[in-house]
């Protein structure tokens, strides 16, 4: 099994910046993507951005040149910096594992950690 827990949310006023963590435990895959997903209210999940074990990023339109995602595999950690906020990236911000272990690829979610922006 695979816990994982993020930190790092909070209240912030437009423009300002905060910095998630996701820290990992448990039984973990060499082979995996590490991923943050948001959901606003009313909205469904969306994927904000994703990394590999091989530093390949990707990010959502959205956020492309505002937030930064990195990961400390020694430490089993993932961070999301995330700059210049605005009122719209207000949502509950999720980590994902996806890893390949006997045989099959698996998902793994923490349990959100809430990001509000607002003046």
């Known amino acids: 099994q695979v816990q994982l827990v993020e930190s790092g949310g909070g209240l912030v006023q437009p423009g300002g910046s905060l910095r998630l963590s996701c820290a990992a435990s448990?039984?973990?895959?060499?082979?995996?993507?590490k991923g943050w997903y948001r959901q606003a209210p009313g909205k469904e999940r969306e994927l904000v951005a994703t990394?590999?074990?091989?530093?390949?990023?990707g990010y959502a339109d959205s956020v492309k040149g505002r937030f930064t995602i990195s990961r400390d595999d020694a430490k089993n950690l993932m961070f999301l910096q995330m700059n210049s906020l605005k009122p719209e990236d207000t949502a509950v911000y999720y980590c994902?594992?996806?890893?390949?272990?006997?045989?099959?690829?698996?998902?793994?979610w923490g349990q959100g950690t809430q990001v509000t922006v607002s003046a």
């Open positions: 448990g039984s973990i895959s060499s082979i995996n993507a």
């Open positions: 994902n594992l996806r890893q390949f272990r006997g045989g099959i690829w698996s998902d793994y």
């Open positions: 990394i590999t074990t091989g530093g390949s990023t």
